[in-house]
């Protein structure tokens, strides 16, 4: 590339960037209008009707994939009623944080203590540390769970949060808190084995699942950079050293081990991706460098469509989900220092993702099938994954350095 057609891409690139800005800004929008409340694709249960599955587990599942895999947005018919999300607000609180820094904005500082205060005042009430759950049961193959049964996942990916604002903010009590939720996931059940130790998704027993165990050791990873925890470190490394372990040779990981999990996503590669490269980041670990290299480039030729379209499994595209199309923009983001051609990507999906999912009031739809588009807004699912993936783009456009490596002088 020469400089003249360097000087036109970051031309370009300036106008991608703006189209992102704009796009997020109408989310960010739409979410605030609502009061941070609006459907999750696993509500089913919220229902009323729910009295009419008498506690059976399989009635329970049948409710509650009616109304997610409905094209048409069944809830209103249901009495399901749009509701708060813990692990959207996190999402908010971490776009509010990287558009702070983006823009210089103080109006995001304030709207992230103002998430992160919530978030203090929502923790779950069933455990004394800090940690989060649904707003609502769950039930599926693995079983059933109920509303305040802490997750993993959330708790994790809220404590990022967390280190994120004590980051940014200085506030010390957000310290406090990442401490606390490390205690939680230290409590976890583990599965031992000879090649390292699996966290679980649950509190009530032992659940295994890749993608619970790297978030859960990428935030203790992190957290331990702050609070210099020898067990947080030494938790984190066998967490680490099982999944990486089990990963395929072709640099996938199944969902779970159990053969009933056997399938191989989008959206949970990508927390795969990110929660690796954050352990590797914090620890200075360089013995899963070759893992993460496999897994990225994995992910790089499955799941996606040459326009940019996000496929669901590495080897089907329907459903479009939202879930994928957020995650993937913001793990391309996250990679694209190491790999520029992953920002190309990553804007190819963002604006593919901008022109047919979102909404002229501003939300994005759930889901794209071939012949329709369920419209139902998702609070977490569609709108603060992809409010905070667009930051992060955003954020990844404005590292000039990016576009110039593939400048000739």
Aim: aromatic letters at 14%; one cysteine or more; a neutral charge.
């Amino acid at each position: 590339m020469t400089f003249l057609e360097g000087i036109a891409l970051l031309n370009q690139v300036s106008i991608e960037r703006e189209t992102i800005r704009k796009s997020a800004k109408r989310v960010e929008r739409w979410v605030e209008e609502r009061d941070y409340r609006a459907y999750e694709p696993f509500d089913g249960l919220s229902s009323p009707f729910r009295l009419l599955t008498f506690g059976n587990l399989f009635l329970d599942r049948l409710l509650m994939q009616v109304v997610r895999q409905s094209p048409w947005n069944l809830r209103p018919l249901f009495g399901i009623k749009p509701l708060v999300s813990t692990k959207g607000r996190g999402y908010m609180v971490r776009g509010y944080l990287t558009m702070f820094g983006i823009t210089g904005d103080a109006s995001y500082k304030s709207r992230a203590r103002i998430c992160l205060d919530w978030l203090i005042e929502h923790k779950s009430p069933k455990f004394d540390e800090f940690s989060w759950a649904n707003h609502f049961d769950f039930a599926s193959r693995g079983g059933r769970y109920s509303k305040h049964e802490s997750i993993i996942v959330w708790t994790a990916l809220i404590g990022h949060a967390f280190l994120d604002g004590y980051s940014i903010l200085g506030d010390r009590r957000y310290l406090e808190i990442a401490d606390s939720v490390c205690r939680w996931i230290l409590n976890l059940p583990r599965e031992r084995t000879e090649s390292g130790t699996c966290l679980s998704y649950l509190m009530t027993e032992q659940s295994s699942i890749h993608t619970a165990n790297m978030l859960g050791a990428s935030f203790l990873a992190r957290a331990a950079m702050f609070n210099d925890s020898d067990e947080c470190r030494s938790v984190a490394a066998e967490a680490m050293k099982y999944s990486c372990t089990r990963q395929r040779p072709d640099g996938s990981w199944w969902y779970a081990e159990d053969p009933k999990y056997h399938w191989i996503d989008n959206f949970h590669t990508g927390y795969n991706l990110d929660s690796l490269k954050i352990y590797v980041e914090s620890t200075g670990d360089d013995n899963y460098r070759g893992e993460l290299e496999r897994g990225f480039r994995f992910f790089v030729e499955h799941f996606f469509e040459p326009d940019g379209c996000p496929r669901y499994y590495h080897n089907r595209t329907q459903p479009i989900d939202s879930q994928c199309a957020a995650q993937a923009i913001e793990t391309l983001a996250h990679f694209s220092e190491n790999y520029p051609s992953a920002l190309n990507l990553a804007l190819k999906v963002a604006n593919w993702w901008i022109r047919e999912m979102q909404d002229p009031s501003g939300y994005f739809y759930y889901r794209k099938y071939p012949l329709i588009k369920a419209k139902a807004p998702m609070l977490h699912w569609s709108q603060a994954v992809t409010y905070r993936a667009l930051a992060v783009l955003s954020e990844a456009l404005g590292n000039n350095e990016v576009i110039f490596e593939q400048v000739e002088i």
